[in-house]
């Protein structure tokens, strides 16, 4: 994935020309350029091709995914497989550029979105400056009015409420003010400095929504943004179809009007045999694939072009701190000294992959390896674990996980090595959601894949804080309490990096969850399949559609 694209001495130069405008957008405040340009087609594909064929407008991309769309508003939907639809139909103020050939999950740029510039004016206040002339998509109750900083400050309003829906509670629950100067200018002040708020306000979730759509009450139906795509079909089941949002405010470089796809089906297909066999004959165009099937769809399919990039989110295991027997420690801790994480990334991903911790795969706030590796299998550390806290016996457990799923398959076996005998209780992924991944779960053990950020507060403040607005697990310590608003007011990054530490080791030791693996994946691409980069932060997507083209 890292081995250089380019080919000629003019495309070097061009490359370079473009990340000097980019980077001069950061915190500086500078004016960033409407739209990063799509890369040198798709891996595998050159530079100068793409520059002879295009791209090319029109035509439907075909995706699939194995999970249902659950609903349409991203301010509440905490799904994994859901969210990469909502942020293509909705714009943010700032988003995460991702680039095909970064190595590390954790490098990734924040450039703007809705706002051409920003700039943090003293330790507590951020100015945003907007785009002029951005629409909502033409759609009633909204009609293609222009969005203006009122929009802003009442989405951030919506969501720093007290809401036990809305998913970024956390994050932006300490903003003490958002002032409106004009049409296109956006204040926003804290009482004490905030350390992970820019990184916030890209996140995926943080997008703008139009007051009057919310007031009608159809949010979880119906999608009104000014992202590059319109929804105009949803079915739970089926899927969505999106099609091109005519008004939607960005170019490329070149000043071409993006999307160049006039539509995207984003189909529902739980089988995995059945995913594979529709890209094989051409029915799908990009499709997520096992490791374990690419050396046959190769043979199958020889012009396929695979992308292989590592992620910051990773599997877990959670479990109720509050209800027998994981509100024992020592219970929590034999099942993290029972799990190999080396036997989950080859049995779920058959791939290369990597020991994380409580901040997943963002490897410049991650401990040190060899301190992981300290809370790593140790199947007879488990066992006297379990003696002492009086299961010498055996243990009789129940793990919630959403049916079909492939954990069982690896958790089953290792918990039982050690005396703990895992009886699957298996509902469907709504159930899943409601009975473990809210505030208000009711659960012992589970086993899920936990979704990325872009900044270790994301991973830590909103699951471990005792008021966190997403900690399923029930944990509570009021010294990582306290250390987690210490860490969000710290500015000196060396600093914050030492407190983060500090956080991370009491969690390892105290084990609210076990932090298992991150591994790379692959996307396939039909031949024809240009423009694409990895999505790190979202699980189970196409790709970045907004900038994706078909050379045929």
């Keep these: 994935m890292a081995r250089k694209l380019f080919v000629t001495v003019w495309l070097v130069f061009l490359l370079v020309l473009l990340s000097l405008t980019a980077l001069a957008c950061g915190g500086g405040g500078e004016e960033e350029e409407q739209a990063t340009p799509p890369p040198g087609g798709s891996p595998g594909a050159t530079a100068a091709a793409t520059q002879q064929t295009g791209p090319k407008y029109g035509g439907t991309l075909n995706y699939a995914t194995n999970t249902n769309i659950l609903t349409l508003d991203p301010h509440t939907e905490r799904d994994f497989a859901t969210q990469p639809v909502l942020c293509r139909l909705y714009s943010s103020l700032l988003r995460l550029k991702y680039d095909s050939l970064v190595e590390s999950p954790g490098k990734m740029e924040i450039v703007g979105d809705l706002a051409k510039s920003w700039e943090q004016t003293d330790p507590t206040t951020y100015v945003f400056h907007l785009y002029e002339g951005v629409r909502f998509a033409n759609l009633p109750p909204v009609n293609g009015r222009e969005l203006t900083s009122e929009d802003v400050k009442y989405s951030f309003e919506r969501m720093k409420s007290p809401s036990p829906l809305i998913v970024l509670r956390s994050a932006f629950e300490s903003i003490a003010s958002i002032e409106t100067p004009d049409k296109y200018t956006v204040v926003f002040k804290f009482n004490s400095p905030n350390a992970p708020f820019i990184s916030n306000v890209a996140y995926p979730w943080a997008t703008i929504m139009p007051k009057e759509l919310v007031d009608e009450g159809q949010t979880t139906k119906k999608a ?41 089906d984003w189909a529902v297909v739980p089988d995995s045999a059945t995913r594979l066999a529709a890209f094989r004959s051409g029915k799908l165009d990009v499709l997520e694939v096992a490791a374990n099937e690419i050396d046959p769809l190769k043979k199958s399919n020889p012009d396929v072009v695979l992308g292989e990039y590592f992620v910051p989110w990773f599997d877990e295991l959670p479990m109720d701190c509050n209800k027998p027997p994981f509100n024992d420690v020592r219970v929590r801790q034999a099942v993290k000294f029972a799990s190999d994480y080396s036997e989950y990334v080859k049995t779920l991903y058959g791939s290369r992959g990597r020991q994380v911790g409580p901040v997943g795969g963002l490897v410049d706030w991650s401990l040190p390896d060899s301190e992981l590796q300290q809370h790593g299998y140790n199947p007879e550390k488990a066992k006297a674990l379990l003696a002492e806290a009086g299961y010498a016996g055996g243990l009789k457990v129940t793990a919630t996980i959403v049916t079909g799923s492939t954990w069982p398959v690896v958790m089953q076996d290792q918990l039982r090595r050690v005396g703990i005998d895992v009886k699957l209780d298996e509902l469907t992924l709504v159930e899943w959601m409601v009975r473990v991944y809210s505030t208000k779960s009711d659960f012992q053990i589970s086993a899920q894949p936990h979704y990325g950020y872009a900044d270790p507060d994301g991973f830590l403040y909103t699951f471990f804080h005792s008021k966190g607005a997403e900690n399923n697990t029930h944990y509570s310590n009021p010294q990582v309490d306290a250390l987690l608003d210490e860490q969000r007011s710290t500015l000196d990054v060396a600093k914050r990096k030492e407190i983060v530490n500090e956080i991370q080791r009491i969690l390892l030791d105290e084990s609210p969850v076990v932090w298992l693996d991150t591994a790379y994946h692959q996307t396939a691409l039909q031949k024809y399949v240009r423009g694409w980069y990895p999505d790190f932060l979202l699980v189970q997507n196409p790709g970045n559609i907004e900038e994706m083209w078909l050379d045929k």
Excluded: M
């Design 224 to 264: 009104i943004g000014s992202g590059p795509f319109i929804v105009t079909k949803f079915e739970h089941s089926e899927g969505v179809k999106l099609e091109k949002n005519p008004d939607y405010f960005k170019k490329d470089a070149q000043g071409n009007q993006l999307p160049y796809l006039d539509a995207v």
